[in-house]
RNA sequence: AGGGCGUUGGGCAAGUGGUUAAGCCAAUGGAUUCUCAUUCCAUGAUCACGGGUUCAAUUCCCGUACGCCUUACCA
C-alpha cells in the first residue's frame, strides 16, 4: 500500500502573505491535490519578536482569497495537532531532553556578544562564520559557575564530525554536504523556544509529512534537519527545493523591497483577480508541458508535475502579470465586470457611492468601453480619464493634437458638425453616427481629417473609444459647449 | 572566505547527442480602424566563455567568469 502523500505550507506569522509566500502554498496545494494526498497548513510561530499582529489571519485570508482550501490547520483542526507551533511546546521539549540525554545536545552559555564577536572576527578574517563549539565539553565546574553568574544556557545539537549527508532533492537532483560545513546550531533558544529548524524536523515527522516543497534558501537548512532526523531514528521526507523567485536586480524578492509589489492583498486592491495571479504565480519557476499559458486551478492540479520545477530563479515579470490578469478581466461577464470596476471610480471620488439609476447605467456603459484593453481594476481611473473631466476648453494639447487642429478643414468641419448636432432630436450613438456621415458629405473630407477634429474638440483627446458612443456618453450640452466654445475663439481670432 | 545552486533572444521559458532551438510577455515594423485599444502578420539567439569526450555538443565531463542563496538564540 503507497502512503499517502502529507505536504504542508508552513509560513511564520511575520507578515502578511507575499507573492513567494503564496507560490510554495499553492505548489504545495497542487502536489498534494495532484496526488489526492492531505495539505497541512501549520503556524511556524516560534519567533516571538517578529511575528505581526493579524499576519497568521491575513494570510490564511489570501490563500483562501486565491483560491486554496486545506485539510488540517488552525482553524479546520485535524488529527495531528495542535497546529500551531507555539501551542507544542511540551511537545518539543520531551525531544530535545532525549537528545540531552544520549548526549547528542548539549548545552551552550555563550552569550549572544560573545557569538556576535566571535562571529565577525571570523569575517573579518575572511573566514567561514561558524559556532567554534567552545561549549562542547564543559565540566561540571564550568556548568555551575555559569549557571551561578546566571547565565540562561541555550541548547546545540553536536554535530557529528566528517559525515556526509546526502539527499535527492526533487527539484535539484543529488545534493550532498559534509556535517563539517555545518556548526553545532542551535535548536533550543535561551527563552526556551525551540528554533525553526527543531520544530521542523519533530512536526514534520510527528505530523507524517511525505515531501516537502520549500523555497531554496532552506537549502543549506536541510543537512541540519536530516542529521536531526538521523539522531531520532527517523525517516526524513522528500525534499524539494524551489527556485527563488528574483526582483529585476535579481535579488531574491524580500519584504523590505520596494521596487516590486508585493503582498497579494496589494494585487487584490489594484484589482487583480485571484484566478489571473494563481495562473501567473504558477508559472513561476514551474512550466507544463505544451504551450498554453492560461490555465484554471483545475487544469492545474491534473497538470502538476513537480519534476518540471526549473532549476534557475524566476524573475517576476509585471507586465506579463498584468497581460495575463487582462486576458481574465476580458472573459469576465459583463455584469460582474461592471461590478468589478466601477468600485474604483467611486474610491476615486470620479463617482458617487449611491448612483440613481440613470447614472449607474451611464457609468456602467463607460466602464464597458474599456473591458478589452483594462489591465487590472484601478486602470479604469486612468483610463476613462476623459469622462470625467468636463473643462470645456482643453489647454493642455499635446503637439499631435495642435497639429490636427491646425488643419485648413477644421473649422468647416466643426461648425457643419455642430449645426447637425443641434438639430438632433435625440442623443445617441445611433443618431450621432449618421451625422458625422453627413458632414463628410458637406465638407467632403474624411477619414482621419474628418474625425480628428471632432475627435479633439469634443473630447479633449486625440485618443478615445468609438467616437459616436463617447459623444452620448459625454452628454449633448458638455459635447455642445466644447462645439459652440471652439467656434467662438476661431471667430475672435 | 567556506558550502550550495544557477547561466537558452530585452523578460519568462520549452527542448534535444545530429532540429528550421517551441511558446508567452515586451519592443519595433506593417496591415485593418477616425485615434488608442482590439485583431492579424513580420522581425530578432554563434543556447555565458574556454577546454575536453564524440563521427557529431546548446545538450555529457572539467575549468573560468558572472550571478544568486547560505553559513542566526529568523523562518
Not at 2 to 12: G, I, K
Not at 405 to 423: A, H, P, R, W, Y
Request: a negative charge.
Amino acid at each position: 500500500m503507497t502512503e499517502e502523500v502529507r505536504v504542508r505550507y508552513a509560513p511564520s506569522p511575520t507578515g502578511f502573505l507575499h507573492i513567494g509566500n503564496a507560490r510554495t502554498a499553492i505548489f504545495n496545494y497542487l502536489f498534494a491535490r495532484h496526488a489526492g494526498g492531505k495539505f497541512i497548513i501549520r503556524i511556524e510561530d516560534t519567533d516571538l519578536k517578529r511575528n505581526v499582529e493579524g499576519g497568521e489571519e491575513s494570510q490564511l485570508k489570501y490563500l483562501k482569497w486565491l483560491g486554496l482550501e486545506w485539510d488540517e490547520s488552525v482553524d479546520v483542526g485535524g488529527e495531528y495537532g495542535p497546529y500551531r507551533q507555539m501551542e507544542r511546546l511540551d511537545i518539543y521539549k520531551k525531544y530535545w531532553q532525549e537528545l540531552l540525554d544520549k548526549g547528542l545536545a548539549y548545552k551552550c552559555y555563550c552569550t549572544e556578544e560573545e557569538l556576535k564577536a566571535e562571529r565577525e572576527t571570523q569575517m573579518a578574517n575572511k573566514q567561514a562564520p561558524h559556532y567554534s563549539g567552545k561549549c562542547r565539553h564543559l565540566t561540571k565546574e564550568q556548568i555551575a559557575q555559569y549557571e551561578a553568574e546566571g547565565r540562561k544556557p541555550t541548547i546545540r545539537f553536536r554535530i557529528p564530525d566528517d559525515q556526509k549527508i546526502e539527499f535527492d532533492d526533487i527539484v535539484k537532483g543529488h545534493v550532498s554536504f559534509n556535517s563539517s560545513d555545518v556548526s553545532d546550531f542551535v535548536i533550543v533558544k535561551q527563552n526556551g523556544v525551540p528554533t525553526y529548524n527543531f520544530a521542523v524536523v519533530v512536526d514534520d515527522h510527528l505530523m507524517k509529512m511525505t515531501h516537502v516543497l520549500r523555497g531554496e534558501e532552506h537549502i543549506s537548512n536541510t543537512p541540519k534537519q536530516i542529521m536531526l532526523f538521523h539522531a531520532f531514528g527517523w525517516e526524513p521526507p522528500v525534499f524539494g527545493h524551489m527556485t527563488l523567485i528574483v526582483n529585476e536586480q535579481h535579488k531574491k524578492l524580500s519584504k523590505r523591497d520596494n521596487s516590486i509589489v508585493q503582498f497579494i492583498e496589494q494585487y487584490k486592491n489594484m484589482g487583480f483577480l485571484p484566478e489571473a495571479l494563481f495562473n501567473f504565480i504558477t508559472l513561476l519557476g514551474w512550466s507544463p508541458k505544451g504551450e498554453e499559458e492560461i490555465f484554471s486551478r483545475e487544469d492545474f492540479i491534473k497538470l502538476f508535475d513537480a519534476e518540471r520545477l526549473s532549476k534557475s530563479p524566476a524573475m517576476f515579470d509585471k507586465s506579463k502579470l498584468e497581460w495575463m490578469n487582462g486576458q481574465y478581466i476580458n472573459q469576465l461577464p459583463a455584469d460582474e465586470y461592471v461590478k468589478f470596476t466601477i468600485p474604483y471610480l467611486v474610491d476615486a471620488k470620479l463617482l458617487p457611492a449611491q448612483m440613481s439609476p440613470e447614472q449607474l447605467k451611464w457609468a456602467e456603459r463607460v466602464v464597458l468601453l474599456y473591458q478589452e484593453q483594462l489591465h487590472y481594476g484601478a486602470e479604469i481611473v486612468q483610463v476613462s480619464d476623459m469622462f470625467f473631466n468636463k473643462s470645456i476648453v482643453n489647454d493642455d494639447l499635446t503637439k499631435d493634437e495642435e497639429k490636427i487642429l491646425s488643419g485648413e478643414q477644421v473649422n468647416d468641419v466643426i461648425s457643419s458638425f455642430t449645426d447637425e448636432l443641434k438639430s438632433l432630436t435625440e442623443w445617441t450613438a445611433e443618431a450621432i453616427a449618421p451625422k458625422i456621415k453627413v458632414v463628410q458629405k458637406e465638407t467632403k473630407q474624411r477619414g482621419w481629417k474628418l474625425y480628428m477634429p471632432i475627435r479633439v474638440v469634443a473630447t479633449g483627446s486625440q485618443h478615445g473609444p468609438e467616437l459616436p458612443e463617447a459623444l452620448e456618453l459625454l452628454g449633448r450640452d458638455l459635447v455642445l459647449n466644447r462645439l459652440d466654445h471652439y467656434l467662438d475663439v476661431q471667430k475672435t481670432v
